[in-house]
């Protein structure tokens, strides 16, 4: 036996001794900080003995059903209490979380059902309740598990209320084997890039993010309270809020954002921690309320998804506190990836994602798997511990993301001399022009920076001479118009000339994601005879 | 192909892109505060990146002399920033660290570098030179890598100067495959109980424990400097220097503990976290130039081994700041594994460990396995990551140190009603006299009062009429005597009658380890038949 061999067959023996599984932060949290409040929902409180007790008797109901180690329990819920228990519950039992986006068109949400073999439905009566939603798990023949709130539909028939599924339970983490390695979740990416793919994490991966994410916010255990505002079915919500239990503090969650809402929380709550997205921000400070608000307590913003324009960043660093901090991930690489610190955001301002967490490394690469320096343009790659397993039933998919021993995110980006890393575009995203490369951003941000663009999306074309043309689609502030010709003018006055789009469309609406980000696939698609016969 | 098993193949094939390698700590803060000072000793200092091209150079000498992974390096060095530069390379390149105590004699030194099947011996010149020590890599036919300090010894014949080793080697991270679960390091420990055991960890192992620890600490990365001032081949200073490194901190080196020393570096180098003895505390606080010295820069003071006497920790928490926590763990359960908290240490005094910190849980637990309750008296537990891969060469002992799932301390303790961890003694180390149980440590810390005893150990020894007899070892402070009886007068003054000592011996010197543990063995060996023939 080699010692290799020896360590391997240790390693195994001990996986019982030295697991890492989700289930576990909260039971380890609650040994630690069992009378400290774990969540906050209105008027309701959970201490982490409870939180920890409900946790356990879901899993043994799931136990119960017959439900066994690596089997799927998809989630149709929106933030609450008892969707965190739900979670929690699945991840205890072994069995493997598959959170469902609520906004899906119930094509996708059977997608994903049929997709993923969800063995087990946990679903708020409200989603159910929707056209065409509520009639998939029974035509599939999956038992469902209904979540009601106060003044949302009754459970459908059939379907096993929440609150009973606890009665009776024992209170007892439960004796399932977890192997840290094993399958914790899998999550449906949300699709801007068209067809969903199945991100399958273990417990160890996710599990990987949870004490960097807080080292990068700082505080000692048990002492801050943190917002739970964006779904939870997302991973960035998911990554915050398991560190914060991970972390013995507080999580005050809103189910659906509000900004009136979130801001009296806020002071009633005395919030340290706010993660929200740049749109949200706005808002609250645009709200009327917010003036009159304490936000004495908050010491730390996380913001995602998109930089903050300066002039707003200013504002905020005013208005909440001065320390915000971007942080970035995907599905694919738990978040955070990267953080752009504080003390950077007081220095240089652009579409900056900073520098890797401690959790993982990020670098620049070219197509040959060449790391390039600073300067170069090339895909953003992660190496680390927080990366997925790969993609559910798709190994060719997963072989393609992890070539050269790196995840590939498909996103453009470079290095600037001090290391921190520059977002550019999504590689799919770079509009390739008469031979010239144009990031649709930096397209987009030149038409958002006219007073009457509410948002923009630039997308390639397919045209005849060009081969892709450049095409920017608007939608404008509400009560705002523009001249013929206007837009066009603006653009020309601030970017190259091959940058300059071919044809600027306003639209009522731009096609989004539930979480915010614009499908350009759906406008390519929609728009891809756009320049037949020669027009432009 | 079940769920689990396609889990695990996706798991294999990215151990690449997802490992946990201890090396990759150093190459990942590198990228992200490469320009920052990672070490200082005296007059000189190592940024990040300079951290991480040397330790890639040391990798890339010891690959290119066909040493392979999983093969062992011994070590035998005190504190120097070359000596952490070494270690760190022998892990980059996928090999075994080897620690090895420089205060142990020669026996025990060989029995490690024979046990462990050392092929390569990293050695400071200083300790080689000691007699019996340089002899031994010689005739076992291990190559040595010799560390010269200023002032001291020349590399004897044969050894290869470190420096010279470092000469043409790549800067860059070594492509060595290392997985996760390997083995990254055997300490064997220091022998409060007999001979020696070779501590297996694997990479993720000790990896599993960094960023908990600067949790506990706080602070953002890369804004703390720490000490470095405990042997970095124990493992306490080895986790604290690591969590440190992982969090992009600065790390003070000191080469052996000279209070004036350390007290001259803390002001000059800002120092923010200390880590020491309880004796050394002590010491800095009893020193000529501590009232003039400014330690304005220190938020935060880990101690460990022992509990701090309650008037000392509130004379400290005056003098250096008001933030003192006690961390423990082992060698087999890597450190800190528990940590009673600034705010508990000014609520509760006593022999208190804490709570488990975020890495892992502890209990207690009674010799069936059975967990138990506030109140009740067992063997204190732990689970996690951090527990080690077991026992080099010794399955046995690694099984019953790890039955019913949970890794045996050997240590006896309790939980309060607050779940705080009280530490009750060594289980070997109650005394069983007359039917009673007396833990050796109550009366020690009985004598410890007595103004003119400097140390104390209490045991139990072989006895006709008690089965075991206490009895206590002390040394006086300098200067100080006792009347005959005057001790005894104390005892029974403070202890229950079963629990004075039949015997109290004054010696001038404890047998002590040199991480400043009582060697009770020894004492209980040397003194054996001390009631034989019926004595007291």
Redesign the interface.
Known sequence: M???DL??S??A??E?????ALG?VI???A??F?ARTALIEGERRLSYAELDAATNRFAHYLLAQGLR??ERIGMLCNNSIEMIVALLGIQKAGL?WVPINTGLAPDAVRYILEHAEVARLVADTSVLARAGIGELAPALGIPVVALQQPGEPAPPPGAQPFAATLNGQPETLPAVDI?????AQIMYTSGTTGPQKGV?H?HA?VH?VL??N????????GTDVYTCLLPVFHCAQHGSTMSAL???HTVVVTRGFDAGQVLAAIARHRVSVVVALPMMYRAMLEHPAFPATDLSSVRMCIYGMAPLPKTLLLKLQQAFCPDFALCSGQTEMYPAATIFEPEEQRRRFGPYWG??T??????VMDDEGRLLGPGETGEIVF?????M??YYKDAEA?RRA?RF???HTGDLGQMDED?QLLFLDRIKDMIKSGGENVPSIKVEEVLLRHGAVANAAAVGLSHQRWGEAVTAFVTLKPGAAVEPGELDAHCRAHLGGFEVPKDIVVLDLLPMTSTGKIQKFELRQRYQAHYEGGAA
């Not at 807080?214 to 255990?221: C, F, K, N, Q, T």
């Not at 401690?358 to 670098?363: D, I, L, M, T």
């Not at 190496?383 to 990366?387: F, T």
């Open positions: 080699t010692l290799n360590a391997s240790l390693a023996a001990r019982r001794i030295g697991r890492i576990d039971h380890r949290s040994r630690r069992g180690n690596g493997v192997a840290s390695g094993q399958l399958m273990s991966s990987s004490a960097p807080l080292l990068d916010i700082g505080g000692r255990p991970l972390g013995g520098v890797g401690v959790a993982n490394e990020v670098a190496r680390g511990p927080n990366v397993l790969g997963t992890q021993g790196w995840h290391g």
